[in-house]
């Protein structure tokens, strides 16, 4: 069994910044990768970070240079930081860990920015 826990979303003003968490535990054997992902209402769930097992970062085009994700390998947890925010941030946001077999979902995070 594996649990993946997203922690530190709320409300921000415009211009904010807000630090996400992801912790997943249970038997894992072996995480490939994890990632954050949001769904706005009545959008698909789209990628905003990712991370691999070498450290190789993705972002999406809409959050270049406001977002910054991270990954604690010993925790097995990932940070994103987002800095700057804007409206259209405002989503439910889900870490998705992947490992070579098996993909887990968070429950996901309301992030909501609004003045």
């Known amino acids: 069994q594996v649990q993946v826990v997203e922690s530190g979303g709320g409300l921000v003003q415009p211009g904010g910044s807000l630090s996400l968490s992801c912790a997943a535990s249970?038997?894992?054997?072996?995480?490939?990768?994890m990632g954050w992902y949001r769904q706005a209402p009545g959008k698909q769930r789209e990628l905003v970070a990712g991370?691999?097992?070498?450290?190789?970062?993705r972002y999406a085009d809409s959050v270049k240079g406001r977002f910054t994700i991270s990954r604690q390998y010993a925790e097995n947890t990932a940070l994103l930081q987002m800095n700057s925010l804007k409206p259209e941030d405002t989503a439910v946001y889900y870490c998705?860990?992947?490992?070579?077999?098996?993909?887990?979902w968070g429950q996901g995070t309301q992030v909501t920015v609004s003045s």
């Open positions: 991370i691999d097992s070498g450290d190789i970062v």
């Open positions: 249970g038997s894992i054997f072996s995480i490939n990768a």
């Open positions: 998705k860990v992947e490992t070579f077999s098996q993909t887990y």
